[in-house]
């Protein structure tokens, strides 16, 4: 057979040809769509991966020292329907390619074909019971409204979020439980909430988060965020057989518990004797730390502030975060310095004149200086009166040509080291060093000047956080060795502790043990001395040991002219011989009468004998029957919850059915509720009721609560029956 050569070279010409055009025709489309079209596709990517969802994790709990939660995630729901789900009219259409499929189609659906139909009657009689806000009708008007309408995405009870109890209910009506979501048109949208059981107590320390996110702001929720968030998972959609199932490919591993340091008990007797105090001085501002002498732990931390309302809420971290004029506490560290560099000895005796005396032009007075004054004293005695005088000459006088070894040792005794705390914003204390200028004097210097030792060793002129007073002074009670406060003793896991966080020892030893111990005897007679000023500090039962502070604060116009407020504090520790705990109370009021030792030292004496009783136990016989039933005290307020765990405790109730508030009466073993008014726009009467449920009723008609005390609600401001007021305040008091 003869070969034409011709024509297949032709051929193959126009094979490689084509070939080549095509080559060109892909390379030049890839070159386009990285470039012309980068940004659509990356668009398009984002989409094509958003079908990878996360598992948020469970955020683990705050728990006190005694296990006791502080602040925990409790989850609450809203619940959406698609009313099209389920339905059974089917229509016709022409897909793009030709072929017949079919579909939803609104026009053609019907109420009466779909489940949602069929069982609505009684979804709306188990809505009544389980949202009770809105009666049977109402919640039959809702839903057929938006069925009628073919809504997709539907709120099962409008403004009602629903509680874990709520939405486990809701699960068992028709079509809600069915176990496909799918097949029943179900969206479930839940929301971490994090709930504090004590109310405010310790509010600040424990940290809040940003609304409903999980997100930390502050506190311990940020402090320790990694380890209370968790890791999340991730999941995925899949399509099978025209359905969309979701597959795990990580399961989220939920978050650690923090153990915190807190003690509930002790929290709530500091936050009280306070309180009690603000409210009699009309003061601005107090703070509370209590710490354990060995350890550092700190029992209770206590920050108020007065609001508008002329109530006290903890709004600041002030126990960490506020630098403050410490007063007359830093004496303290001041004489102990002195003592320390072998300056001065506790025999040494000062001349404070008539309580005036003129420090480099400067007048500085003794609070006794109407009086005469203290003349000649001796050191003990300096601190015993707390005389400003008394310690500016000793210090001055030893100091003054050498004021940079003075700071020196005030950094080595501790009372000016950083503490290094793990909160955001947490404030390190400020003590100046002086700087000398190119003549080698100090009274030149840009930070310094002649009259700046004498005010620094009294409390002036250096900002000092509490923290870091009290920590000073639990060093001296703790046979000198500094430890870092600590607010968390460890991190558990399902109950079991995996890991503990020890005892941080800052510093070994504050200074020599003869100084160590003469502080501890002028402590000592500062409060259990007849002559000494801090004698409403001490105890009939046991012996305190401590010092009073009162510093001026400036206001605007500086110390003179204006209305100024006064720091008054004090700051010690008990039992003197045995010391178990250390403790600062700080206020600042604008009182007429400024007193550190008969203002702060009252609190400290009520807080110190309040908790000394709580750790003394006593041997109780109680005569037991066996076959008594004994009735749980139950609060008026949601009558859901109680129902709930009393069916779970196996208690006997009647009445309950159809409405979600109520009051509870209890006898023989029985619990009986009644329903109680809850028109939307009346006041409800709350009283008996606990905290969460009183403001939850009073919240959702548009009302601001503010709470005193704990426990439940004993008085409202505003009375029940009264027409609601939105934004108007209600005060509770609860007991």
């Known amino acids: 057979m003869k070969f034409d050569k011709k024509y297949i070279n032709t051929r193959i010409t126009v094979i490689v040809v084509v070939a080549a055009l095509a080559m060109i025709a892909i390379i030049a489309r890839a070159v386009y769509t990285a470039t012309v079209q980068n940004e659509k596709w990356k668009k398009v990517g984002a989409v094509s991966v958003s079908d990878t969802l996360p598992m948020p994790a469970a955020r683990g709990n705050i728990l006190s020292a005694d296990g006791q939660l502080m602040a925990s995630s409790l989850p609450d729901y809203k619940v959406y329907i698609d009313f099209l789900s389920g339905v059974e009219r089917m229509s016709d259409s022409i897909a793009a390619n030709g072929s017949k499929v079919r579909r939803y189609d609104p026009k053609q659906v019907h109420e009466k074909d779909s489940m949602w139909a069929t069982n609505m009657d009684s979804i709306c009689r188990g809505l009544a019971e389980i949202c009770p806000n809105y009666t049977y009708e109402e919640h039959y008007e809702h839903m057929m409204k938006g069925l009628k309408e073919h809504k997709r995405y539907w709120d099962v009870s409008p403004r009602v979020v629903l509680n874990f109890i709520q939405y486990n209910e809701l699960m068992k009506l028709p079509v809600f439980n069915l176990k496909n979501r799918y097949a029943s048109g179900l969206t ?48 995925h959609n899949k399509k099978v057989l025209s359905k969309y199932l979701s597959i795990v490919d ?10 915190s340091t807190i003690d ?32 550092g732990d700190v029992k209770a931390i206590v920050n108020l502030m007065r609001y508008d309302d002329g109530e006290y809420y903890e709004a600041r971290n002030y126990a960490l975060a506020a630098l403050m004029e410490p007063g007359s506490t830093f004496k303290t560290a001041s004489i102990m310095v002195a003592l320390d560099d072998g300056y001065i000895t506790t025999k040494d005796i000062v001349d404070t004149g008539s309580g005036i005396c003129n420090m480099y032009g400067a007048k500085m007075k003794d609070h006794n200086w109407y009086r005469g004054g203290y003349g000649v004293i001796d050191v003990p005695h300096v601190l015993m009166f707390s005389s400003n005088i008394g310690v500016s000459k000793l210090v001055d006088g030893h100091y003054h040509n050498q004021p940079e070894k003075f700071v020196e040792g005030l950094r080595r005794i501790g009372i000016g080291t950083p503490l290094g705390l793990p909160f955001d914003g947490a404030a390190n204390p400020v003590i100046r060093m002086p700087h000398k200028d190119h003549k080698g004097g100090y ?34 009670a703790n046979n000198g060795k500094m430890v870092r406060p600590r607010f968390v003793k460890g991190i558990s896991k399902d109950g079991e502790m995996v890991q503990e966080f020890p005892v941080e020892v800052i510093k070994q030893r504050i200074c ?76 600042r009021h604008a009182y007429a009468v400024a007193s550190g030792g008969g203002q702060a030292g009252v609190v400290f004496s009520k ?7 709580k750790n003394v136990t006593t041997d109780i016989n ?4 066996s076959l008594a039933v004994h009735v749980p005290r139950v609060k008026n307020g949601n009558v859901l919850a109680a129902q709930y765990v009393l069916k779970e405790l196996g208690m006997k109730t009647d009445g309950g059915k159809g409405y979600e508030w109520g009051t509870v009466s209890a006898e023989k073993g029985r619990v009986t509720f009644q329903p109680m008014d809850v028109s939307a726009d009346v006041v409800p009467n709350v009283t ?31 009375p029940s029956g009264s027409k609601v007021v939105k934004g108007r305040t209600v005060i509770l008091e609860l007991k």
């Open 188 to 235: 479930v949208d839940p929301r971490n909430n994090r709930n504090k059981p004590f109310g405010s107590l310790a509010r600040r320390t424990l940290g809040e988060m940003f609304g409903a996110k999980d997100s930390a702001r502050s506190g311990l929720e940020l402090a320790y965020d990694s380890l209370l968030r968790g890791e999340p998972g991730r999941m």
């Open 250 to 259: 990580k399961e989220p591993v939920d978050g650690y518990d923090l153990v």
């Open 264 to 295: 509930v008990g002790m929290q709530d007797i500091c936050e009280s004797a306070l309180r009690e105090k603000l409210h009699e001085l009309d003061a601005s501002m107090g703070v509370v730390v209590l710490m354990e002498v060995k350890t």
């Open 443 to 476: 009274r030149m210097s840009d930070n310094w000047s002649a009259t700046a030792l004498a005010w620094m060793s009294i409390g002036y002129e250096t900002q000092i956080p509490p923290i870091s007073t009290v920590s000073f002074y639990n060093a001296i």
């Open 512 to 587: 020599k043990q003869s100084t160590l111990d003469d502080i501890q005897r002028i402590l000592y007679r500062v409060v259990n001395d007849p002559e000494g000023l801090g004698k409403k500090a001490g105890n009939p039962y046991f012996h305190v040991s401590g010092k009073t502070g009162t510093a001026q604060v400036a206001n605007g116009a500086g110390y003179k002219g204006g209305l100024n407020e006064h720091l008054v504090s004090f700051c010690g520790y008990y039992p003197s011989e045995e010391p178990k705990y250390s403790c600062i109370v700080a206020i």
């Open 607 to 613: 807080i110190a004998q309040r908790i000394y009783s």
């Open 622 to 625: 109680l005569a037991k029957d």
């Open 688 to 718: 008996g009721m606990g905290a969460r449920d009183a403001v939850y009723a009073l919240s959702t008609r548009g009302m601001t609560v503010r709470m005193k005390g704990k426990g439940k609600v004993v008085s409202q401001s505003v």
